[in-house]
């Protein structure tokens, strides 16, 4: 038997070894997508009641967005000013400088991942905020004074605190950028340009690009899983209430960009470079 007649049983033993369980898995899965269909079909009226809700008293349902959106952004806010000023402490300590070396590496990775997921935290929240702008101002401003209504001073608000919160953000990233040349001057790029990621990425080592290439595969690992279960709930959730099919297409088209854009990118960077 020569080295690929071996190869193919090898590979034929380990696809056995693992059916038994993808068929296990997939009956488990069946049997949950039931369940949560019949209780879906239990509870659709009270799901109705929900998104009539939403649907029809968007004036109560955007109050409160804007609400839970200046809450938010105090309190992400609050995060990412504290790490920053406990990792400019630890650097300011030049005596301990190696002890704290990790300590302050790890408080500006959660600066960055903090304010990257601000943005779409409060983008998220400001959207709910504004939905139904027009009939909400105008539902608002039906008052017997005449005088604008609670919805109005909470717009105005959410669309000022908005402003602020990104340029905390930003400023908040380049200082933690800017500690990180510090402690690693061989690191180029300025949160400026536009061009940042890329410039940031080519200045990295062997052994830190090792690290985003592991993060970005868990990445898309976790993202494709999650964009499987929103679909399934989007799908089921679509067969008892009249939700239209965007929620669908939206999944359906992330999902989709993610998958060509990390299988094109892999293609690509699996080509050998023809010889000049």
Known sequence: MNSEENRREEIKKEDSKNLAAFIIVLIIAGIAGGLIGAMMMIGKDRVRIWLDTVANDTLMFCT????????????????????????????EDKEHLDDNWDKIEKKISRVLVVSAATYVILYALYGCTAYNLAGNINESFQTAS??????????????????????????????????????????????????????????????????????????????????????????????????????????????????????LESLKNSTPTAAK
């Open 146 to 263: 005449g005088m604008p209504g609670i919805y109005a001073y909470v717009l105005a608000a959410v669309t000022v605190q908005m402003f602020v919160c990104i340029f905390f953000n930003l400023s908040f990233q380049k200082k933690a950028v800017n500690l990180e040349k510090l402690l690693n001057p061989e690191k180029k790029g300025s949160v400026y340009d536009f061009r940042f990621a890329k410039k940031w990425y080519e200045s990295l080592d062997e052994a830190e690009r090792l690290k985003v290439g592991i993060a970005s595969y868990r990445a898309y690992s976790i993202v494709n899983r999650t964009c499987l279960v929103m679909m399934i709930v989007t799908i089921l959730l679509g067969m008892i209430v009249k939700i239209t099919v965007l929620p669908v297409f939206i999944i359906a088209t992330l999902w989709l960009i993610q998958i060509l854009s990390f299988g």
């Open 64 to 91: 409160v967005s804007g609400g839970l959106f200046i809450v938010a952004s105090v309190v992400l806010s609050i995060i990412i000013a504290s790490n920053y000023v406990a990792a400019k402490k630890l650097w």
